[in-house]
């Protein structure tokens, strides 16, 4: 059974995921302002998720930096 941690870490995750997915299409249409708003916004959903992982799973942090290192390189 999961605890509460884990079921809202998966719900923001989900929610992070949505919000990536929502991303505007580049084209000469893309209104640089859609463009921002889509931006500053999942900035914001990424880095709640960050901290949430870093305030409730500090003994995983180290395992969950070095999975992102290698996925961003």
């Known amino acids: 059974m999961k605890n509460d941690k884990f079921e ?18 580049p084209s000469e249409d893309l209104e640089p ?20 992982l870093d305030d409730n799973f500090p003994l995983e942090k180290e395992d969950i930096d070095s999975t992102l290192n290698k996925f961003l390189k």
């Open 33 to 52: 302002e859609l463009y921002r708003i889509w931006y500053e916004h999942v900035q914001s959903a990424g880095m709640e998720c960050l901290q949430y």
């Open 8 to 25: 809202r870490c998966i719900k923001m995750m989900r929610q992070l995921v949505s919000d990536i997915q929502g991303a505007p299409l």
